[in-house]
């Protein structure tokens, strides 16, 4: 072989590696089957906000997070097979905030509330078939 179609073989290799690594390294977001409505107290400013979010958005199964700092809300869509209101409260009370589970219901019955989905800011899309709240 020639020195080019080495160094083609070889360039080949490196970008179906890089690839492999970026597919691995993916994670689809879960839909939502559920929305927690939590009651937290402690928020201020927007960097409460925004450490609320991350806190919440690194579980795995939250889809997205929404936070009223002035109501001292948040609303989270979730997939309830990977994880529990409780345990998004509790993530947000070790980050610092008292909170706790208000309400949990479908994203039907938060498009019926809010107009759109949670995390949308303009469509009101359905959702699932409405186990939240509900023990399976």
């Known amino acids: 072989m020639?020195?080019?179609?080495?160094?083609?073989?070889?360039?080949?290799?490196?970008?179906?590696?890089?690839?492999?690594?970026?597919?691995?390294?993916?994670?689809?977001k879960a839909r939502p089957d559920c929305v927690a409505i939590l009651k937290s107290s402690g928020m201020t400013c927007g960097n409460c906000s925004k450490s609320i979010t991350q806190t919440l958005e690194r579980l795995r199964g939250v889809t997205s997070v929404e936070v009223a700092v002035e109501a001292g809300m948040v609303?989270?869509?979730?997939?309830?097979?990977?994880?529990?209101?409780?345990?998004?409260?509790?993530?947000?009370?070790?980050?610092?905030?008292?909170?706790?589970?208000?309400?949990?219901?479908?994203?039907?019955?938060?498009?019926?509330?809010?107009?759109?989905?949670?995390?949308?800011?303009?469509?009101?899309?359905?959702g699932c078939g409405g186990s939240c709240g509900k023990k399976k």
């Open 2 to 28: 020639n020195k080019r179609t080495v160094i083609n073989i070889v360039l080949v290799v490196i970008a179906c590696t890089m690839l492999l690594v970026v597919a691995f390294n993916i994670r689809p």
């Open 75 to 126: 609303a989270v869509a979730y997939n309830s097979k990977t994880v529990a209101p409780g345990q998004l409260a509790s993530q947000v009370t070790r980050s610092g905030f008292s909170s706790t589970v208000m309400q949990v219901m479908t994203p039907e019955e938060f498009v019926k509330i809010a107009g759109r989905m949670p995390g949308d800011q303009g469509s009101s899309a359905g």
